[in-house]
């Protein structure tokens, strides 16, 4: 009976053992980790896919292991698309994705050491980075569960980089829905939807040739729950952030030197050692143009865990509500905005200013830092405040 159950074993072994890939599988464990391994139970070959049943890839102690996976290749790019992926880390804790979609640019596989920082006194991107993400990346998946407790019904994110080598931009952006977290003390959080949108330079610092791009980025955070031991205690209703600037008008802010002095301090861990004019740096900062706004809207307080942990009574006791509105605008000339914070149980709260800025002449680089607020040339042009306690005032 020996023999035959050898025989068994040997042959469970050859159809377990590591993979005889086809050419996506052998892309794809290109991008993995040095000594990453990979093995599956079965595969075939259908409609131009390669499809593997059992496919398990190891790495550092993680495991992964998909029950399905179909893997496409492209000029530009390997894609992966796989059911049922169990996950565990090698320090303890995993989960499960039910599906999952990604596409890897295989251009990342040739970037060398040291890419991040290939350039002039290791600050700036090297433009092979920049070329190998011109290819976009999408990873998405759905119906994720974790170990610990929480799941995400979906996720996405989205990446490509456009533009110049020597300036060139990333477009991101992520999505997530039907998050919900919680941790072993009792606190919970649940999402229904959040988003990033950036359009942002990939190169640290600032670029220094003209683009004539608009960077942007926003966020969003809506239908957000904060839970203590079940209990919902907080509600948002949205929150949002936006923010968006005129490339080119850094242009002159870049070519003072202060943000390529910063970043090469930033990347050698030390506070800068040039002591650069400060009248440049005013002037660089006062040709900036962009604008930004805050939006919250539907923060309510539902429950009494926050006024028991804090002992504060009215603004956290529950129907408490705020809102909140935010807008500045910047321009060569100056600086606009505008505030207002209603809270039912706090105060009401309306500011709007105006500044005006003046451009700095050689005499604002003999100031000590601690006069250069004083001592710039900026200017009042308006002011408005409206206050109403609300309960502030009782606190």
Partial sequence: MKRPLLGTAALIALMTGPACAGPALDALVDLMPEGAEVRHTAERVEGGEEVYEGLEIS????????????????????????DRVRFTRAEGGGGEIGRIDLSVPL???????????A???????????????????????????????????????????????????LDLTQELTGAELTDP??????????????????????????????????FSLSGAELLMNGTVELRLGRLETGLRLDGDSLLPLAATGHARALAKAIAAGRAPEEQLPWAD???????????????LKGLEVTGTGLAALTGVTGPLDPGARVDLSGVARKSEEGLTGSLTLDGTATALLAVEFG?????????????????????????????????????????
Wanted: with cysteine; glycine share 16%; net charge neutral.
């Fill in 59 to 82: 790495a550092g102690g993680d495991l992964i292991r998909l029950e399905g996976a179909r893997l496409t290749l492209t000029e530009g790019a390997v894609g992966l698309i796989g």
């Fill in 107 to 117: 251009a990342i596989r040739e970037l060398p050491a040291g890419t991040l920082l």
């Fill in 119 to 169: 350039g002039e006194n290791g600050v700036r991107v090297s433009p092979e980075l920049c070329g190998a993400l011109r290819t976009p990346i999408r990873v998405a998946g759905s119906d994720v569960t974790f170990g610990s407790g929480g799941r995400i019904a979906s996720l996405r994110l989205d990446a490509v980089v456009s533009g110049p080598d020597e300036a060139c931009l």
């Fill in 185 to 218: 003390a009792g606190l919970g959080l649940r999402v229904a939807e959040q988003r990033v949108r950036l359009r942002t330079p990939v190169t640290p610092g600032l670029p220094e040739v003209a683009t004539g791009e608009t960077w942007s980025s926003t």
């Fill in 281 to 295: 740096l005013w002037n660089g900062l006062r040709a900036a143009v962009g604008e930004g706004l805050v939006s």
């Fill in 355 to 395: 500044v005006a800025t003046g451009p700095a002449d050689p005499s604002f680089n003999t100031l000590p830092p601690g006069a250069l607020l004083t001592g710039a040339p900026i200017s009042l042009t308006g002011a408005s405040v409206r206050f109403s306690d609300r309960g502030v005032g009782a606190l």
